[in-house]
């Protein structure tokens, strides 16, 4: 078995309290000065056990453990650009900002303890320095799930884990609550920034404070929507692949002629993932017959420009994840039509898509009912509110055709 490499530690961190690493004693003229310096170092500590409790194992133990075993040919299907991505640069990044944090406090003289202008060059160009890195990381962690559940069917795999866990420096961490770390990380950054300027007293910190926080808050801000949208293409790609999009015109009960030389050109599978066109929800309803009986379970997959209607054709396996096949013609947001049901029928948690042709007359019916009331207003609200944001991009779209060049 190859030998684990040891994780690095910093000088300075568990265990220790600031007054233990200042170079003399700092005189306490105010109960504010003391705690804002317990929060500087309350920043540091929790920086430095990120770094040493959960990106070094990750990085030491599992991703190294997993290099020397394919040095040695064995678990070549587990790749590790694909599980760990870039997380020696989050490493390198968190590495320098314990090590500024450190600084701080070193062998400080007792006025310079804690300054307040370099913490806040400590976070200086925090969105150029951490989104990019961050992001690469997140979006790989979102991209890979899939992958890395199908790794944990390889029995080599669970050996790997197994080994990995009880190493004395991972703690039992399992592999997937280390790798979403880093992101439930960034959260304390604005949250310990904030206790700190609560136990600022001079203005001019509390302002420099202040614009720092303010930049991180707007930076996460990006990173989140920048990760969701990602996500959402991703959803987009996965549905591509779940759905056979099999033209109507092509099922066994057609009752008019078609020729032959037409259906290799019918049977195309059309692109649901475009740039313009964004996944916002899926679920499955039970959808109703005339006596309000369920049917049929249908797969609804509600898009930005359409809802999607699709019935299951086979069910997912440790191997294959569950395909669908279309139900009806996908519906353009433009030509739906969304209705609650009437009371005492709403309380059975059911609603109604109408779709409306061209000409103006309703031309599909669909009643649908959901697992609890909570689960319908969900439907319903999302529906709805993609039916306005559909409009208003309609009245954008024609309102600029409209103006003069």
């Known amino acids: 078995r190859p030998q684990l490499r040891s994780t690095c530690k910093l000088t300075y961190g568990d265990g220790l309290h600031w007054t233990d690493v200042v170079s003399a004693g700092v005189p306490m003229d105010s109960t504010t000065v003391k705690q804002h310096h317990d929060a500087v170092w309350e920043l540091f500590q929790e920086?430095?056990?990120?770094?040493n409790k959960q990106l070094y194992p990750l990085d030491k133990v599992y991703k190294g453990f997993?290099?020397?075993l394919?040095?040695?040919?064995?678990l070549q299907l587990a790749e590790v650009n694909k599980i760990f991505a870039n997380l020696s640069e989050l490493c390198e990044l968190s590495s320098g900002i314990a090590i500024d944090l450190s600084k701080l406090f070193l062998n400080r003289p007792p006025l310079q303890v804690a300054s307040t202008n370099e913490l806040v060059l400590t976070f200086s160009m925090f969105g150029r320095k951490f989104n990019p890195v961050y992001q690469k990381?997140?979006?790989?962690?979102?991209?890979?799930?899939?992958?890395?559940?199908?790794?944990?069917?390889?029995?080599?795999?669970?050996?790997y884990i197994r080994v990995c866990r009880n190493c004395e420096?991972?703690?039992?961490n399992d592999i997937e609550s280390l790798i979403i770390a880093p992101l439930q990380h960034l959260c304390h950054y604005q949250l310990l920034l904030e206790k700190i300027l609560r136990h600022t007293k001079d203005p001019n910190d509390c302002s420099m404070l202040s614009s720092t926080?303010?930049?991180?808050?707007v930076t996460l801000k990006e990173l989140e929507s920048n990760i969701a949208e990602h996500q959402r293409s991703l959803e987009l790609l996965e549905l591509q692949e779940l759905i056979h999009w099999s033209p109507l015109l092509l099922q066994p009960d057609l009752l008019t002629y078609l020729p032959?030389?037409?259906i290799p050109?019918?049977?195309?599978?059309?692109?649901?993932?475009?740039?313009?066109r964004v996944f916002i929800h899926k679920g499955t309803l039970k959808l109703l017959d005339a006596k309000f009986k369920p049917s049929l379970d249908i797969f609804v997959v509600l898009l930005s420009d359409y809802v999607v209607l699709t019935e299951q054709r086979s069910k997912s396996t440790k191997k294959q994840l569950a395909q669908y096949v279309l139900y009806q013609h996908p519906i353009p947001l433009a030509s739906l039509e969304v209705c609650d049901a009437p009371l005492p029928l709403a309380q059975r948690n059911m609603f109604t898509l109408l779709e409306r042709s061209p000409l103006g007359c309703f031309a599909h019916c669909y009643t649908l009912q959901a697992e609890s009331k909570e689960e319908k207003d969900s439907w319903l609200a999302k529906l709805r509110l993609a039916q306005d944001r559909r409009a208003v991009e309609a009245r954008e779209i024609l309102q600029h055709k409209e103006s003069p060049v």
């Open 66 to 68: 997993l290099e020397e």
């Open 213 to 217: 926080i303010k930049a991180i808050v």
């Open 260 to 262: 032959e030389s037409w």
């Open 169 to 172: 420096k991972v703690q039992k």
């Open 70 to 74: 394919h040095f040695n040919g064995i």
């Open 47 to 51: 920086e430095t056990r990120y770094l």
């Open 137 to 159: 990381f997140c979006v790989n962690v979102e991209k890979n799930r899939g992958y890395l559940k199908a790794l944990h069917q390889l029995p080599d795999f669970e050996e």
């Open 265 to 276: 050109q019918l049977s195309e599978q059309p692109r649901l993932a475009t740039k313009d």
